[in-house]
């Protein structure tokens, strides 16, 4: 007596898998696509007020007051670390930007106080302030993912932009820059 085959004149449903498989991969990475940048994290503080700040200050340091995020000009928040590779490579652009007069308060994290000394006495200061915050429980607050991010806000402390990575290359040149100018503009508008 012959054999018979199940699925005679049929597909097996093991055929019909890495088809299936492939397709819902497409489909994923089409949707994907969609998204718009991703190079951008969202916050959800942007257009809201910024949120608090701890009062610890880096010892040797003024600490960040509440009335320096709402003074009426725009102010920088910088998220940064000692043992942060990118820190230091942005550092020389936040000296700069100091130089010209753009005010930004630092906020030290997940560091030693003697890491985060050494490293403005040996690369310079560039904030008006330097909260330090070694638990990290600010930058979590913020939503910092890792050091450095940088937050542009108005004169009356509302978040308008945030940057992740360091304020450096073309990426900080397309994106942050223009955040920046804009707010600038925005800020000289209603004075």
Not at 39 to 47: A, C, D, M, Q, V
Not at 118 to 136: E, R, Y
Not at 150 to 178: A, H, M, N
């Amino acid at each position: 007596m012959a054999e018979q085959n199940p699925n005679k004149g049929g597909v097996s449903p093991l055929m019909l898998l890495p088809p299936l498989i492939f397709l819902g991969f497409a489909v994923m990475v089409y949707f994907g696509m969609q998204r718009g940048n991703t190079r951008e994290l969202p916050s959800t503080f942007i257009g809201q007020p910024a949120p608090a700040l701890t009062e610890t200050a880096l010892e040797g340091y003024d600490g960040i007051t509440r009335d320096m995020i709402t003074s009426g000009e725009v102010t920088l928040v910088n998220f940064w670390a000692s043992w942060c590779p990118p820190c230091r490579v942005e550092h020389p652009n936040l000296m700069k930007m100091q130089a010209d007069g753009l005010r930004i308060v630092g906020v030290n994290f997940k560091d030693k106080t003697a890491q985060a000394q050494q490293f403005l006495s040996g690369g310079g200061n560039p904030f008006m302030a330097v909260a330090f915050d070694p638990p990290g429980r600010t930058a979590i607050d913020w939503g910092v993912t890792a050091p450095p991010e940088t937050f542009i806000l108005d004169g009356q402390g509302k978040v308008l932009f945030r940057y992740t990575g360091p304020l450096v290359g073309s990426d900080y040149e397309q994106r942050f820059v223009p955040a920046l100018e804009k707010a600038l503009a925005d800020a000289a508008n209603k004075s």
